[in-house]
């Protein structure tokens, strides 16, 4: 098989190939990213971080630990307040580059992705709320078993199953949020940061 035919070879032109070294780490940025806004960005990205750390601890653990245990109750306060500051910062981010209007210069995957990945966010953080194991997450499940069920999607998905929704909230969405994540950083590091309008300009 030639080698031009294979698929990894394919994926490796399509990315890794079309990258220098000053786009993967940039010793130089322009002077208009010292504006707040760009910050947001990158403080989703350390609160998503300290949510993969606290999670996997969470879930060694198990929900007897953060039930009843000091140490789990502080792990299990570390990852709610990062869920918090997760959607705190993308939800800036994202308004901040849509009155930017950052799908300018050929960056509408940027955008896409970084919306795409909102959505699915907001999917993990519901079945992390049907997985507290407590009177709150027993009343959202009962909730969203009977919305889910009228709309026919109670077939595939049963918000009463703890184990169906632990395994789709710690195995399934962080592995698809967190390629959504780095193939967002990718893209802002190939196409570049979007300029502030006043600034002209699309590059």
Same mark, same amino acid.
């Given at each position: ?65 953060? !039930? ?100 789709? !909230? ?13 193939? !967002? ?19």
């Amino acid at each position: 098989m030639s080698s031009k035919k294979m698929w990894t070879t394919r994926v490796r032109e399509s990315t890794l190939e079309k990258f220098e070294p000053e786009d993967l780490l940039p010793d130089r940025q322009p002077a208009y990213v010292a504006s707040w806004i760009y910050i947001f960005g990158v403080a989703t990205i350390a609160a998503f971080v300290m949510l993969v750390i606290s999670g996997l601890i969470l879930t060694f653990e198990g929900p007897a630990w953060w !039930h009843t245990s000091s140490i789990g109750h502080f792990f299990n306060s570390i990852h709610l307040w990062s869920v918090e500051l997760f959607f705190v910062f993308m939800v800036v981010h994202l308004w901040g580059k849509f009155w930017m209007a950052a799908w300018r210069g050929r960056r509408w995957m940027t955008w896409i992705t970084g919306v795409i990945s909102f959505f699915a966010s907001i999917v993990t953080g519901f079945t992390g709320y049907l997985i507290q194991t407590n009177f709150d997450s027993q009343w959202i499940a009962t909730q969203a078993k009977d919305s889910f069920n009228s709309v026919g999607i109670g077939a595939y998905f049963n918000a009463l199953n703890t184990g169906q929704a632990m395994l789709i !909230h710690v195995s399934l969405l962080p592995l698809a949020l967190g390629g959504l994540v780095v193939w !967002h950083v990718i893209l802002v590091r190939r196409k570049g940061v979007v300029p502030p309008i006043e600034a002209g300009g699309s590059e």
